[in-house]
């Protein structure tokens, strides 16, 4: 089963003044009990039906709330931060043998003793993804901060095929199919590599610069890569470098999307709508960054909506009868986790996250979220997270096509 970890982190000299060590934890939890309400699908619990297919049984029975205290401030943990410290952030615990007593949502609010707040959310994949843990954390501080829910979440079920564009006729995209499908019938059940996790910042500048050089030579072609085309293309090609592939080309790699826009869902819309798709790196050099990344919107343009219900209705018709214990693969997974609003989930006023971290786990063939940045940093700027074993992020970090972007490390890889 894939985790979700998403951990907000909030500035000790925005806090009010005078306030005790306790106080905002104690208000915290007087606030989620209300925004609760209006998320049934997250107290409940998770039981199977009579065709061996998980469902959610909606009660009160709730979320599991864990407190905790740290020394210092945010700030100082921040600057001495990496992968393990900061998922002590979160609390997570396995499924019981028994699932209906099970919590699938766990919320760890600590509050730092010379000032400062970080709030850990963990959930299983299967029932949400990294755009409903932001919106739950909003929701929460909307309720702290004016008593009324701004952006309730949308519970219902995916929409059927549009029937004007259903073309009895027409070929399924087998490629999203078949993905899925070697996932399911050859999962990966474990790692034995230790993977560490470097945070990086890019400005508006330097993804621009990035964009201009993974932009085709060719003017007919009109491809102008978005950001995260860019960034995907370069950090595949520095990786394929890294993990040595052999007889040329590049490592394959799984890019996983957002796709309410495409389904025409709601953005409040609460359920997992990420879906991944494999970019095959066999014939593309690793110097070729424009190769990369239109070879990755080529990929994009496919998963469209005929496309993506090609996808939804083979899962449905599946004789599979199992939960698929991980379903990210050994490829390189890279992520676009721009739609993500992060940013506005303010609790007081003026007390905004400075930090917005995320953690899809498992991790095995390694992987890349890139995720937007704070307000105020441009409209192109990103922040990268970048999770590989330890002897690679090593290597990456001294990759010369790397090295020409220079970004700033906000959170460094653990030393071996």
């Known amino acids: 089963m894939i985790l979700l970890n998403i951990i907000f982190g909030y500035a000790s000299d925005r806090a009010p003044s005078g306030r005790e060590v306790g106080d905002m934890t104690k208000k915290l939890r007087e606030s989620i009990s209300e925004m609760l309400c209006g998320f049934p699908m997250v107290t409940g619990r998770l039981l199977k039906d009579d065709e061996g297919r998980w469902r959610v049984k909606c009660n009160d029975a ?92 949308l519970f219902h079920p995916l929409p059927p095929r549009r029937c004007s564009n259903h073309n009895l006729h027409r070929h399924p995209y087998t490629a999203l199919i078949d993905h899925y499908e070697s996932l399911i019938e050859k999962p990966i059940l474990s790692t034995t590599s230790h993977h560490s996790t470097m945070t990086l910042a890019f400005t508006s500048e330097m993804v621009q610069s990035c964009m201009a050089m993974a932009k085709t030579l060719d003017p007919t072609d009109g491809f102008d890569p978005t950001p995260f085309e860019a960034l995907a293309g370069l950090f595949w090609v520095c990786v394929s470098k890294v993990k040595g592939k052999k007889h040329g080309g590049l490592t394959n790699m799984s890019i996983c999307l957002d796709m309410r826009k495409v389904l025409g869902l709601d953005k409040g819309f609460f359920g997992n709508c990420m879906v991944r798709n494999r970019v095959h790196g066999e014939g593309l050099e690793e110097s070729g960054l424009s ?83 704070p307000p105020g940093e441009g409209v192109f700027a990103r922040v990268v997270m970048v999770t590989l074993p330890g002897d690679e992020i090593a290597k990456l970090c001294e990759d010369v096509l790397f090295l020409q972007f220079n970004p700033s490390i906000l959170m460094a890889a653990t030393k071996n």
């Open 62 to 153: 709730g979320v599991r709330l864990v407190e905790a205290r740290a020394k210092g401030s945010v700030e100082e943990w921040l600057r001495s931060v990496d992968r393990e410290k900061e998922l002590k952030l979160v609390h997570w615990e396995d499924m019981y043998y028994k699932p209906y007593f099970w919590s699938t949502f766990y919320v760890q609010i600590t509050e730092f003793e010379e000032g400062g707040l970080a709030i850990g959310l963990s959930c299983t994949h299967l029932l949400a993804d990294p755009t409903c843990a932001a919106m739950f954390i909003k929701a929460w501080a909307n309720t702290t901060l004016g008593s009324e829910m701004l952006t309730p979440p």
């Open 291 to 373: 190769k990369a990344a239109f070879a990755i919107r080529e990929v994009v343009e496919k998963m469209d909506h005929e496309g993506l219900m090609d996808l939804v209705e083979w899962l449905e018709g599946s004789d599979y009868q199992i939960t698929p214990p991980f379903m990210n693969g050994g490829d390189l997974n890279c992520v676009n986790l721009d739609c993500v609003d992060s940013n506005s989930a303010i609790f007081e006023d003026c007390f905004n996250p400075i930090r917005v971290s995320c953690y899809v786990e498992p991790v095995f063939g390694g992987q890349i979220l890139i995720l937007p940045s």
